[in-house]
């Protein structure tokens, strides 16, 4: 049982970008089985923008499942953002999921956008002033629905989606000083609790591609400046070579197209 | 002792560098939080990777209009956007 996902994050489309990823996407039928898009899809979450996303990634064969980013917030037109992409096709997840049925088996994908905090020993807490106390809480609620999400899908296998970052490993390159702001350890919480397969996030634009949460889920940063092409493909299921993974170097990805 | 800045000489090198940190990101024609600015002896240099050529243009647009006596260097790239050719299992 195979299960072929591809994904890209932030990939902050506008008019100037519309038609740069098309040519890639239209060979997603048969090589994918779902596109998961992880959020910042547009540059100020206007609807205008949502429009050119909604013309970039919809009508391409195969289901595309997103979740937002805090620049599709700025203009605060989340309603319009969303109702933009589904009318698209997009599904747009925000504390929820889905469940696909794939050649390969039933693919669950649970999606929230998340938020910052930190990670263990070096977060904020839910003590102080109501403004850092909202942060927080912000923070815990998030996490919570995407735990929820998580453990009410009924599937052969599990996908967390998020924008922010569950674990700090995939934030390696940027500065340690904004850790904080690109994600947090109630996320990862949230992915270990579940039978989770595979996490996957945006957001931290210098960050790294791979990284594990403490409890052994692997963890990938699909952020469009970190992997550096349309959308990068991963191949999920329980009989693939086990010794071609352990080959995977720090650098790249090890199986090419057959 | 106290240490007083000299009226004359202009915000010190952090602050402008904070200052084009968040221009960069707050400037709706720019929005962006991916761009690295790093001090050198001739001045700034910006880094990063943008989605566009016309973004690109517009960032050294932009901060080299509210800096105009400051030296500015662009390395800033455009990303790729091909198909990717190897695929990641994960069993």
Redesign the interface.
């Known amino acids: 049982m195979v299960i072929?996902i591809a994904a890209v994050g932030d990939?902050?489309?506008d008019e100037?970008?519309v038609g740069?990823?098309r040519?890639?996407l239209e060979?997603l039928p048969g090589r994918a089985d779902v596109l998961l898009l992880a959020g910042d899809l547009t540059?100020?979450g206007t609807e205008a923008e949502a429009r050119c996303v909604a013309r970039e990634f919809g009508g391409l064969g195969v289901p595309v499942i997103a979740v937002l980013g805090n620049?599709d917030h700025?203009c605060d037109q989340v309603p319009q953002v969303v109702g933009a992409l589904e009318e698209a096709g997009i599904t747009v997840l925000e504390g929820d999921g889905v469940v696909l049925d794939c050649a390969g088996g039933r693919l669950g994908v649970a999606g929230v956008k998340g938020f910052g905090g930190g990670f263990a020993g070096r977060c904020a807490s839910d003590f102080g002033e109501p403004e850092m106390k909202a942060f927080v809480r912000t923070t815990t609620e998030s996490a919570d629905r995407l735990s929820a999400a998580l453990r009410s899908l009924d599937c052969d296998m599990l996908v967390a989606l998020t924008h922010y970052a569950p674990v700090p490993d995939t934030l390696a390159g940027e500065p340690l000083e904004i850790y904080p702001f690109l994600g947090c350890y109630q996320l990862g919480q949230a992915i270990d609790a579940a039978p989770t397969?595979?996490a996957l996030h945006g957001h931290a634009?210098?960050g790294s591609e791979r990284g594990v949460t403490p409890g052994g889920v692997?963890v990938?940063n699909v952020a469009?400046?970190v992997i550096?092409?349309?959308?990068?493909?991963?191949?999920?299921?329980?009989?693939?070579?086990?010794a071609?993974?352990s080959s995977?170097g720090a650098g790249?990805?090890?199986?090419?197209?057959s | 002792m106290t240490a007083h800045l000299d009226p004359g000489a202009g915000p010190p090198d952090e602050y402008v560098e904070a200052e084009i940190h968040r221009l960069l990101t707050e400037d709706p024609a720019v929005a962006e939080q991916g761009i690295t600015v790093v001090r050198t002896e001739r001045g700034l240099t910006l880094y990063g990777e943008v989605e566009s050529a016309h973004r690109r243009d517009e960032i050294l647009r932009r901060v080299a209009g509210r800096f105009p006596d400051l030296p500015i260097t662009s390395d800033i790239g455009v990303i790729r956007t091909q198909a990717p050719t190897e695929i990641e299992q994960l069993p």
């Open positions: 072929r990939v902050h489309l100037d970008v740069r990823f040519p890639a060979e540059r100020h620049h700025q397969a595979l634009h210098h692997r990938r469009h400046p550096k092409q349309a959308y990068s493909i991963f191949y999920l299921g329980d009989h693939l070579d086990q071609q993974v995977v790249g990805t090890q199986q090419p197209w």
